[in-house]
């Protein structure tokens, strides 16, 4: 049990740290974006990086009470939903990068330039995409909960 | 899937928080079981069981959809 205590805790503590870093990273890029000019896409930037951190003071707040108490940080129900929110949002990043592509095409043949300044801007769109979804779909089926 | 839980822990004057405990669970996942709003593996629907000296069969009725 002591082991197990430990363990969850060091967890917590790796995924705090990660999700500082990740989130730092965001908010370092909307301000560049932000200070090259590009006020939407930097605001966009600001907007998705402010839910990602609601959603992780929540998570790291229930892990870090889960600890304290001394239940599991992660047990089989909610190793189930993330597993469901994973393939969710493959399933449906498939048709994020789909839509960026068709978005990338359309704005070419319009305007006459990509709204991506290089791929890897449009990849980073991409994943971001994927991330947004998988934070929707785990908030989603966290509150379901009927997860077969 | 109904579940008899909230009667049982009722029964043995136990918390969700104490039964999580026992079965090593979070109480959320307690909270749904009750609710009938998660389908439990073998493992945790026989250690839930155990904790009330019941059978698997008299903890949780299956509901045909």
Not at chain 1, 29 to 56: D, E, H, K
Not at chain 1, 80 to 102: N, T
Request: hydrophobic share 45%; proline share 2%; glycine share 8%.
């Amino acid at each position: 049990m002591k082991k197990d205590f430990f363990s969850d805790r060091a967890r917590v503590i790796g995924i705090s740290i990660v999700t500082i870093l990740v989130l730092s990273s965001f908010a370092l890029l909307s301000l560049t974006l932000i200070q090259n000019g590009r006020v939407s896409q930097g605001g966009l930037m600001v907007i998705i990086t402010g839910v990602l951190v609601i959603f992780a003071i929540k998570m790291l707040k229930d892990q870090y009470e889960h600890t304290k108490d001394g239940f599991p940080v992660e047990d089989e129900m909610s190793k189930k939903v993330r597993m469901k929110a994973m393939s969710w949002a493959f399933l449906a990043g498939i048709y994020w990068l789909l839509a960026l592509g068709w978005y990338d095409n359309l704005a070419t043949d319009f305007y006459g330039a990509s709204p991506f300044r290089d791929p890897s801007q449009a990849t980073g769109a991409g994943i971001l995409g994927m991330a947004v979804m998988f934070g929707i779909f785990w908030a989603y089926f966290n509150w379901k909960g009927n997860i077969e | 899937m109904r579940t008899r839980i909230k009667e049982l822990r009722a029964r043995y004057n136990m918390t969700q928080e104490d039964l999580a405990h026992r079965v090593g669970v979070r109480r959320e996942t307690i909270v749904f079981l009750e609710k009938g709003k998660y389908s439990p593996s073998l493992d945790l629907a026989y250690k839930v069981a155990r904790e009330f000296k019941a059978t698997i069969e008299e903890v949780f009725v299956f509901q045909e959809k």
